[in-house]
T-cell receptor, first 113, second 119 residues
Framework: KAGVTQTPRYLIKTRGQQVTLSCSPI?????VSWYQQTPGQGLQFLFE???????NKGNFPGRFSGRQFSNSRSEMNVSTLELGDSALYLC????????????FGNGTRLTVT | AQKITQTQPGMFVQEKEAVTLDCTYD???????LFWYKQPSSGEMIFLIYQGSYDEQNATEGRYSLNFQKARKSANLVISASQLGDSAMYFC????????????????FGKGTHLIIQP
């Protein structure tokens, strides 16, 4: 079974631009969640989707948004990029919500200059 | 207050020795799940083991076991017979019961322990 696939692996953007990251979950998994990882703040929860509905959202500004499609694939968008948005963005999928273990992708490394 | 505390920023261990990585947590929920993840330098987070708050037995998965002490709010990861490939960052994480109902915070991670296995 293929794992969680995130594209692209690396991105370099300029302040003020916007970016879209993509995530394909493991086949059969209906829940997708996103996490931001930085050296200073560690791993922080962004949002979780299940069956195209956002179920949970972390404490991030409205510039961070996401969506899930009917095939469970997900995208997250960051608008008006700031230097502090430079991070590893990890997508994870699980069969359900609750205590189902999350299976993570390799991440997208975003650098904002 | 930190919800997940990992007190060992880094550890050096000799190959083949057993390793215990510490994790304490803070929650007022009765229902919660505890997870351990491994993150090699490649960046991918690898799920290792899960313990539910109502599980009476400690979880085990191959060389990994979780020493769950509910009264002390402790969920230490034990790796038996360490191998060079175990060198990585290890994260303890918790999902609280209120998350299952929506509107909460997903997984809360600790700051991690950087484990280095020496030959």
């Amino acid at each position: 079974k293929a794992g969680v696939t995130q594209t692209p692996r690396y991105l370099i953007k300029t302040r003020g631009q916007q970016v879209t990251l993509s995530c394909s979950p493991i086949s059969g998994h209906r829940s997708v969640s996103w996490y931001q990882q930085t050296p200073g703040q560690g791993l922080q929860f962004l949002f979780e989707y299940f069956s195209e509905t956002q179920r949970n959202k972390g404490n991030f500004p409205g510039r961070f948004s996401g969506r899930q499609f009917s095939n469970s694939r997900s995208e997250m968008n960051v608008s008006t990029l700031e230097l502090g948005d430079s991070a590893l963005y990890l997508c994870a999928s699980s069969y359900g919500t609750g205590y189902s273990p999350l299976h993570f992708g390799n991440g997208t490394r975003l650098t904002v200059t | 207050a930190q919800k997940i505390t990992q007190t060992q920023p880094g550890m050096f261990v000799q190959e083949k020795e057993a390793v215990t990585l510490d994790c304490t947590y803070d929650t007022s929920d009765q229902s919660y799940g505890l997870f351990w993840y491994k993150q090699p330098s490649s960046g991918e987070m690898i799920f290792l083991i899960y313990q539910g708050s109502y599980d009476e037995q400690n979880a085990t998965e191959g060389r990994y076991s979780l020493n769950f002490q509910k009264a002390r709010k402790s969920a230490n990861l034990v790796i038996s017979a360490s191998q060079l490939g175990d060198s990585a960052m290890y994260f303890c994480a918790m999902r609280e019961g209120k998350s299952t109902g929506g509107g909460a915070d997903g997984l809360t991670f600790g700051k991690g322990t950087h484990l280095i296995i020496q030959p």
